[in-house]
């Protein structure tokens, strides 16, 4: 038994090891990178899948890192998302709508898009739908509230604010640049393969990805309970977390969250790897027709 308690412990420690060392390590070569720099519920997921079918690596929401990357970029620490970029070519979700102005400087050949909803009043809709699963303090960060209802206008405003922002920053730079309205369909590969590596004058025949939709949150009671417990187990985690990290917590409970994190990025990083290798194996090739 002793025997088993000392030796499990290097085991895994072996393990992990091996994985940062052979297979969690950043790609030897990377496309031009892309940001999705729309805010929640403009499609983000639906153009990453996009990507994604265009093989790119993106890097999407992951419910314990991005929690984890939100934080530090709260705290001004944008270390942990430049290290991120060294693994993946795409990127969207929060917090990276903000970090255009970052990343634009550190990758002069990056492209970046812009999504929208086809009016405001349909983005604020979708919010309400969104925030109303559950209270988190990163809504505060990004919208100024951590729920729609009674804040509409401040949450509204960040909307416009970020739009105009990031119009006047790209205005003198129209080759990096474009936005795409996700209630278009179809139309949005045109617009997204003005800054992807598609085939020139071609687009990809099959319907455009649409993801993440209200109807992916309903899957019978059971189920919506299990995500809901979930997503709030994490979520008071992540705050409380965060809260010792950045608030001056005890030194022994930061240190572990130290490990705790890295130990994370490790697995993800070795996980989204994996998957990427598979998804490139496996992929069936893509027909792509000639724009009208």
């Known amino acids: 038994m002793r025997f088993a308690a000392a030796i499990i412990p290097l085991f895994i420690s072996a393990i992990i090891v091996f994985v940062a060392h052979e297979i969690a390590q950043p790609p030897a070569s990377l496309r031009p990178k892309i940001f999705v720099i729309g805010l929640s519920k403009t499609g983000t997921s639906s153009i990453g899948d996009a990507l994604a079918l265009l093989q790119y690596k993106r890097l999407g929401w992951k419910d314990i890192r991005s929690r984890h990357l939100v934080h530090t970029w709260a705290n001004g620490d944008y270390s942990a998302l430049i290290d991120q970029t060294r693994y993946f070519d795409a990127f969207e979700d929060l917090p990276w709508p903000y970090m255009y102005r970052q990343m634009a400087e550190m990758y002069p050949d990056a492209k970046f898009l812009l999504s929208l909803r086809k009016d405001e009043r349909t983005w604020l809709e979708s919010m309400r739908r969104h925030v109303g699963r559950g209270s988190w303090q990163g809504y505060r960060y990004f919208y100024g509230a951590t729920e729609v209802d009674g804040h509409e206008d401040v949450v509204l405003q960040s909307y416009t604010n970020h739009t105009d922002e990031v119009r006047a920053y790209f205005q003198d730079k129209p080759d990096r640049y474009a936005e795409l309205v996700i209630d278009d369909g179809d139309r949005n590969w045109e617009v997204l393969c003005r800054l992807a590596e ?6 990809p025949s099959i319907p455009f990805p649409k993801s993440n939709t209200a109807a992916h949150w309903q899957q019978g009671a059971l189920i919506d309970n299990l995500h809901f417990m979930w997503s709030w187990s994490i979520t008071r985690i992540e705050e409380l977390s965060a809260e010792s990290y950045y608030k001056g917590g005890w030194s022994i409970v930061n240190g572990l969250l130290d490990v705790s994190w890295s130990l994370v990025s490790v697995i993800e990083q070795a996980c989204s790897e994996l998957y990427y290798k598979m998804m ?13």
Do not use: D, M, S, Y
């Open 280 to 292: 490139i194996a496996t992929a069936e090739p893509l027909e792509f027709k000639a724009v009208l």
């Open 198 to 203: 598609c085939p020139e004058g071609r687009v």
